[in-house]
C-alpha cells in the first residue's frame, strides 16, 4: 500500500486528493496539515487515521489535541511541524497542497529524506526551482505535477525523452480569466466578489485572483521552466476560454501532442499518485460531438500586465521571481481583505521588482530574505 503525506489537506487540492483516496481505497495518508481549520482537520484524522497532524498554530493545535484525545495522532505546529508533518518517516510521497512559499522548507526537508513530491505548490518551484530541481536528482525523487497544465505536458511528454526527442516548444493554454477582454481602465473597479468567479475551474481563493490577473499563467511559465527544463521563451502562452485543452508540446518536427479532458482536478491528481498507471475515475467526460468550439487567442500582455512581468521575473533569474512572487502573495491578501484596489496588486508586483537588487543563486535563506525585504517595502511604500 502507498503511503502518502498531504500538506494543505483542507484547501481545495487537499480535499480533492483526499478524494481521490478515498475512492481508490488502497493509499494510507500517514500525515495531514493544515493552516487553521480544525473542524475539517479533525474529520479528516477520525477518517483517515494519519498518525502525524499539523496545524500552523499552536493554539489550534491545542485545541485539535483535546478534541482528539482519543486518537492515536501526534499535533504539531509551526514550521517544525510542518516539516515533521513532511518527513513523517513511513510516507512514500508528499502532497504539496499550501499555498505560498511557505512549502519551500517542507517541500526540501521531504526531498531530503527520500520522499517523491506530488506538486501543486507552484510558489515554491517558481522562487526555488533551482535548489528543488538539484535536490530531486541528486535525492533520485520524483516531482510528479498536479497544477493541471504541467500535468499535461507531462503527459504528453510520456516516453518521448527517454527516445531522446527534444521538446521545440510548450504551449501552456489559459482560460484568460473572467477578466479575459477588459481593458485597465475597465479593471479599475474590480472587487474581490468578481474577481473569485472563474469561469471554469473551481480553486482557493489565491490561485483564483491569481487567475483573475494571469500572474498564475506567469507563475506557471516558471514552473514549466523548471519542471521540464526548457527557457521561458520555449514556453507559449495560448488562451483557449474553454480549458478544455489542458496544454499541448511541440516537438522539433513540428508535430504537437495536446492532453484534453474536463476541468476536474482530480485527474491530474490522480495521474499524480498513481504514475505511471492510470485508474478509472467517474466524473463528466468531453463529448466530441457537442464540442462545437475550441478557440484559440493570443494572450493581451498590455492590459495583463502581470504575464509580462513574469517573463521578465523569469528571465532576470536568481531572487527576482521570489520578488514578484511574495508582492503578489502580499498584494492578494490586502486586496481580498479589501485594503487596496485590484490594479494595485500589479503596481506592487513591479515596483517591487524594481527597487529590487537580485542575487544569482539565491539560498533558501537569501530566498526568504528577498520575501521579508519585499513585504517591508510594499508596507512602506502602501
Ligand atoms: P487553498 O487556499 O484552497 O488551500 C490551502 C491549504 O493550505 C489549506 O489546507 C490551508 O489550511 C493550508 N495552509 C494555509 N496556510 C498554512 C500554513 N501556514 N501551514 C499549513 N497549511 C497551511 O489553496 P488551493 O488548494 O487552491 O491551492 C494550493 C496550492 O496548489 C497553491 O500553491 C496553488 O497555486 C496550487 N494549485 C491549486 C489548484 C486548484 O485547483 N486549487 C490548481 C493548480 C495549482 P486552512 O484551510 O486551515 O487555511
Ligand atoms: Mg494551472
Redesign the pocket.
Known amino acids: 500500500m502507498k503511503t502518502i503525506s498531504v500538506?494543505?489537506?483542507?484547501?481545495?487540492?487537499?480535499?480533492?486528493t483526499l478524494d481521490v483516496v478515498r475512492r481508490n481505497g488502497d493509499i494510507q495518508v500517514t500525515a495531514l496539515?493544515?493552516?487553521?481549520?480544525?473542524a475539517?482537520?479533525e474529520k479528516q484524522i477520525r477518517e483517515f487515521s494519519p498518525k502525524v497532524v499539523?496545524?500552523?498554530?499552536e493554539e489550534?493545535a491545542k485545541e485539535l489535541r483535546q478534541s482528539t484525545a482519543d486518537c492515536q495522532i501526534t499535533v504539531v505546529s509551526g514550521?517544525d511541524g510542518?516539516i515533521e508533518a513532511a518527513t513523517e518517516a513511513s510516507a512514500q510521497m508528499v502532497v504539496?497542497?499550501?499555498?505560498?512559499m511557505?512549502?519551500i522548507r517542507p517541500t526540501i526537508a521531504a526531498m531530503e529524506a527520500g520522499k517523491d513530491i506530488a506538486l501543486?505548490?507552484?510558489?515554491?518551484l517558481v522562487t526555488a526551482g533551482h535548489i528543488i530541481m538539484k535536490l530531486a536528482a541528486e535525492k533520485g525523487v520524483r516531482i510528479l505535477p498536479?497544477?493541471?497544465?504541467h500535468s499535461a505536458i507531462f503527459q504528453c511528454l510520456n516516453g518521448e525523452r527517454e527516445h531522446g526527442n527534444q521538446i521545440h516548444k510548450i504551449l501552456l493554454t489559459a482560460s484568460g480569466g473572467p477578466f479575459r477582454g477588459w481593458t485597465r481602465e475597465q479593471m479599475k473597479g474590480i472587487r474581490p466578489e468578481d474577481a473569485l468567479k472563474h469561469p471554469n475551474?473551481?480553486?482557493?481563493?489565491?490561485?483564483?485572483i491569481?487567475s483573475s490577473t494571469m500572474v498564475?499563467k506567469g507563475?506557471e511559465v516558471m514552473e514549466a521552466k523548471w519542471l521540464f527544463g526548457v527557457t521561458m521563451d520555449q514556453v507559449q502562452v495560448v488562451v483557449q476560454p474553454q480549458s478544455i485543452i489542458h496544454s499541448m508540446v511541440e516537438f522539433e518536427d513540428g508535430a504537437v501532442i495536446a492532453q484534453l479532458g474536463t476541468p476536474d482536478?482530480k485527474l491530474?491528481i490522480q495521474y499524480a499518485l498513481y504514475y505511471p498507471s492510470r485508474r478509472f475515475l467517474s466524473g463528466e467526460r468531453l463529448d466530441f460531438w457537442n464540442l462545437t468550439n475550441i478557440r484559440f487567442e493570443q494572450p493581451d500582455l498590455e492590459n495583463f500586465r502581470g504575464l509580462w512581468l513574469a517573463y521578465q521575473a523569469g528571465k532576470a533569474g536568481g531572487t527576482m521571481p521570489a520578488v514578484l512572487n511574495a508582492a503578489n502573495e502580499l498584494a492578494v491578501r490586502k486586496f481580498l481583505n479589501r485594503q487596496i484596489p485590484y490594479l494595485t496588486i500589479i503596481d506592487m508586483i513591479e515596483e517591487s521588482m524594481n527597487a529590487h537588487k537580485k542575487k544569482e543563486n539565491p539560498t533558501v535563506n537569501e530566498i526568504l530574505d528577498a520575501e521579508k525585504e519585499t513585504y517591508e517595502l510594499i508596507e512602506s511604500r502602501w
Open positions: 500538506l494543505g489537506s483542507t484547501g481545495s487540492i487537499g480535499t480533492q496539515a493544515a493552516g487553521s481549520n480544525i475539517l482537520l499539523c496545524v500552523w498554530e489550534k514550521m510542518l504539496t497542497a499550501v499555498v505560498g511557505i512549502g501543486a505548490n507552484k510558489e515554491t498536479v497544477d493541471s497544465e475551474w473551481s480553486m482557493g481563493h489565491k490561485i483564483t491569481d498564475n507563475l482536478m491530474p
